[in-house]
């Protein structure tokens, strides 16, 4: 049997994560996905909530914590 672990954003998160994605700096087409970059979630468990950062791999100094801190 697999087990399975499901990570969810709140409205507040997603709200946050399109607020941050809109103000990264623009993608030339073609360097973009695969070999050339992408978005990633960060998900750390702990025993009072979950925390949550945003990245892009071609802004490494731009990465986002999205966690909701006021839920902890």
Same mark, same amino acid.
């Given at each position: 049997?697999?087990?399975?672990?499901?990570?969810?954003?709140?409205? &507040?998160? %997603?709200?946050?994560?399109?607020? #941050?994605?809109? &103000?990264? !700096?623009?993608?030339? &087409? /073609?360097?973009?996905?695969? &070999?050339? /970059?992408?978005? #990633?979630?960060?998900?750390? !468990?702990? /025993?009072? /909530?979950?925390?949550?950062?945003?990245?892009?791999?071609?802004? !490494?100094? %731009?990465?986002?914590?999205?966690?909701? #801190?006021?839920?902890?």
């Amino acid at each position: 049997m697999t087990k399975m672990i499901k990570f969810e954003l709140s409205q &507040s998160q %997603l709200k946050k994560y399109e607020e #941050w994605k809109a &103000s990264l !700096p623009k993608i030339d &087409s /073609g360097h973009f996905g695969a &070999s050339g /970059g992408g978005y #990633w979630f960060k998900f750390t !468990p702990t /025993g009072i /909530g979950d925390i949550v950062v945003v990245g892009r791999d071609d802004v !490494p100094e %731009l990465d986002c914590d999205i966690t909701d #801190w006021e839920n902890f």
